[in-house]
Structures are given as C-alpha cells and as structure tokens.
C-alpha cells in the first residue's frame, strides 16, 4: 500500500506498495493485507480501526489520483469501496453487458455516472453503437437507442417484427438490410398442433413474414443489390437461377484469374473423372464436364443407393454412408491441393442436427479431419467460406419427399456460403419424383402451382446436376 496509508497504520511501506498519479497499483482487499499490517505494527488491535484509518488515506490518495481502474466485483469490496466513495465521476465501461446490480456498489449515487454503450456519451464519443436485437430491448440498450441518430438492422429478412420495433425510434430513419431469399424469421411454433390437431398458434403465418418482406409486398421503395460482389464468376450461376430469377449478376470487375482457389476447385472437379470418383459410373457415360471459359460452376455427385434414416422419436435425419462418402472426396481435394489448401478452408454444410452429428463422430474419429467446419444450413447464414461442401441427406427411400431441404429458403442459404467451389452431393432420383421443367432466363416455370416449394429444390439440384459443370 502507499507511503501515506503505511503511515497513518504506523506501518513501514514496502517496494511493491506504491500509488501512482493515475490509479492505484496494489489491491489491499484481502485479509491477508490487513493481517500484515497487523503483525507490522501491534499496536492496531481492532480491526475496525485499522479499516477507518486506512479508508481515509485511500480517500486521500483518490482525491489525489487523476482516476482509478478497477473491475465491478472490485467496487463492491471492502477497500475499494473507500475509492468508490471518494471519487467525483463514476465512469463504467461496457456497461450494456453489466448487471445493474453489478453497476450500483461502484456508485455513490451523489456523483455523475456516465455509462459506456449509453446515451448521450457514447453518441457524442462514437460514430456508432454495434448490438443484438436482444439488447436493443434491455433498459441499457433503450437509452442507446433514444440516442441514436439512425438505426440500422443486418439480416433484417430473419428477424420478428417484434425484434425490430425495440431498436428503433420511430422519428429516426430505419435502414434494413437482409435477404428475403434467404431464412425467415424462426418461429418455433409453426406445425406445433395440439392432442386435437389444431395449430397451437395460428398467427404463425403472419409472425414469418419479416417487416423488411412486408415493406417489400407493399412496394415500398428500396434498393436491391444487382451485382454479386463475393464469388468467383460462376459461382453464383445456379442460385441466382433458381431462387433470384437471374436478377443478380457477378460484378464485371470480378475476374477468374483473381481467385487462383477457385481454378484449383475447377482442375480436382476435372480430375474426379479419371480418378473414378464422378458417380454415378454407367459404362463410361459419368463425367463432370469443364466449366465455361472464364467461369467456375458448382458440381454435383450424383450418390445413388444411400439410405436416409429418421431418428428415434424425433424429426431429425441422417444418412450414414453419405457421412462416409463426403469425407473421401474432402480428402481427395486436400490431396489435390495439398500445399494450397487448408481443411479450415472447408466448410460442410447440411440440413439436419443429425446428419451433423453423424459428420462431427467422423471428424472426431479421423484427425486429418480435426477442425473441419460442419454446420446446418440455418445456422450458417451469414457465414461463407472458400469452398462448400453440401451433402442434402435425402435418399431414394424417401419416396420423393425430400423434407427440410424442400425449404427454398434453407437451400438458397446452403448453395450461397461459398467464395471460390460448391460441390452438391445426392441422390438425382430422389428430387426426380417431382416434375420440373427448365429454368429459363425469366424466372421458374412449373407445371403445378401448388408444388412451387418443392420444384424449386428439384430445380435446384437439377441446375446443379446438368447445367452447372455437370455429371452426364
């Protein structure tokens, strides 16, 4: 401790206990401090004693002191609640992330408290406050928000109404950003029905209509990206065919020799062939064609014969030979590229927790494969990677009825996360049930307008399977 409390304690000071012009060094909390103080000097019997003559020199050594840092838990100790109540200004830092009960020991309630990530100080100090939607609702969020000059909301298109609302004041401008292609709001309640089979919320519809969808159904004005900014050229073909009608198209200034990962994707998708892995293999006829000039397409593996199980006592699927299958050609590409590419590189992507469990036991049992990404494709929009592996799961077995994956929504999310190579893998003859008939450059044409979900992700895999770089 500093010189002045040794003093008044009638102790010598030691080395190590010093106070400097701008906090203090030492934390003096502990009853190991105050015991050796005591054995210092034996004069300081009561405890009581030594604690009012040490917190007055603490007090002066503050008023002394341009500022003292310390952690919440150390407001609320003993010593500390000496600075605590000898300081002007109480200045708390992250402050949206503290408990209030954490924030009021290091308060004297009769000084100004300024708290960072609210109101006016952080308005005036910053150019802008990052937060959830969960925290713009929180008593700490609101004074941001009442502060704010403009709100602006990411993946809008996945988000409540609801969650919206709180983090925007409604004089401000609201500037929503998302993709309505893409996932919608969760709503966890939807199917839900109870013992009579009535839906156990009917306004599931409603709640799954995003605002920055309802804005757009009313033709409110808003502006739509037309140029995709971060995948090779190609890449993005299939997907902008099928779920964005071709409104969207690679950015002119993308060029392929400027993604060397995305021509490697191109040579090991060329060289499946001769290493007899484009599948299905039928008298020779099974080839995964080049890709245009210029240009790098997704491809797809055509795994025929894989069976698709449901877990028990649940919804969630799997496909055990599919989760052996995709790992040979992961290590196939690594092999390939050895030097070049990297597993973190590598994301895999599918559309059930149980087929993720199925990869996660293969990751854990093979340490080549140790730090493998393996995700659903829910919980990976707004990620992306430089190259995507997506394995559907469904298998011929299912009669046609291809599940999660007949969410165009969930499938547009699954074939956008990559940058440089996308490789599909399933079985043709599942989504073949559905009858489909091509893209054209307008938009999606379908002989049944009551299966428009389910033709898009027969579509989908088709555009993958034959004209993207192809298995003929």
């Not at 937060?131 to 009442?146: D, E, F």
Request: glycine share 8%; proline share 5%; charged share 25%.
């Amino acid at each position: 401790m500093g010189a002045a409390v040794c003093q008044l304690a009638g102790v010598e000071p030691t080395n190590n206990q010093i106070i400097s012009g701008t906090g203090l060094k030492n934390d003096y909390t502990t009853a190991g401090d105050l015991t050796l103080m005591q054995k210092s000097d034996r004069k300081f019997k009561d405890k009581r004693q030594l604690k009012r003559l040490v917190s007055e020199a603490v007090a002066e050594l503050v008023k002394a002191a341009d500022g003292v840092f310390m952690t919440l838990t150390q407001a609320g100790s003993p010593w500390r609640r000496a600075v605590v109540n000898a300081t002007e200004v109480c200045a708390v830092d992250e402050a949206a992330a503290a408990l209030e009960v954490e924030i009021l020991p290091a308060w004297t309630g009769n000084a100004p408290c300024n708290l960072a990530g609210v109101g006016e100080p952080v308005k005036a100090a910053h150019d802008g406050v990052f937060m959830i939607l969960t925290q713009a609702g929180s008593a700490w969020g609101r004074a941001v928000v009442n502060a704010a000059e403009v709100c602006a909301v990411d993946e809008a298109a996945a988000a409540l109404e609801a969650e919206i609302l709180p983090a925007w004041k409604a004089d401000t401008p609201c500037i929503l950003a998302g993709d309505p292609a893409q996932l919608p709001p969760p709503v966890f309640s939807d199917g839900v029905k109870d013992s009579n089979e009535n839906p156990v919320n009917e306004l599931t519809g409603q709640l799954k209509l995003s605002m920055l969808k309802r804005l757009d159904d009313i033709a409110w004005p808003c502006w739509e990206q037309k140029h995709q900014l971060r995948m090779a050229p190609g890449g993005f073909e299939p997907p902008n065919a099928v779920f964005y009608d071709g409104r969207i198209k690679t950015s002119p200034d993308l060029k392929l020799e400027d993604f060397p990962e995305a021509i490697l994707f191109e040579e090991w998708a060329e060289s499946l062939n001769s290493q007899g892995m484009a599948v299905p293999a039928e008298a020779g006829k099974s080839t995964i064609t080049a890709s245009p000039i210029g240009l790098v397409w997704p491809f797809m593996v055509d795994a025929q014969d894989t069976f698709c199980f449901r877990e028990v006592g649940g919804t969630s699927k799997g496909n055990t030979q599919m989760a052996s299958l995709v790992p040979n050609y992961i290590r196939s590409f690594l092999a390939f590229g050895k030097g070049r590419i990297f597993l973190h590189q590598i994301a895999v992507i599918v559309p059930y927790l149980q087929q993720r469990e199925l990869y996660l036991k293969t990751v854990a049992e093979n340490e080549e494969f140790k730090g493998l990404i393996v995700a659903t494709a829910n919980t990976y929009q707004g990620h992306e990677n430089t190259y995507v592996f997506f394995h559907s799961t469904a298998a011929a077995n299912l009669d046609g009825k291809v599940g999660f994956i007949d969410d165009s929504n969930s499938l547009a999310v699954a074939t956008t996360r990559h940058r440089c190579g996308l490789a599909v893998f399933g079985d043709s003859r599942t989504y073949s049930t559905t009858v489909v008939t091509e893209t054209n450059e307008g938009g999606d044409d379908t002989d049944d307008e009551d299966e428009d979900e389910e033709d898009g992700v027969d579509e989908a895999e088709t555009k993958n399977s034959e004209s993207t770089s192809k298995l003929q």
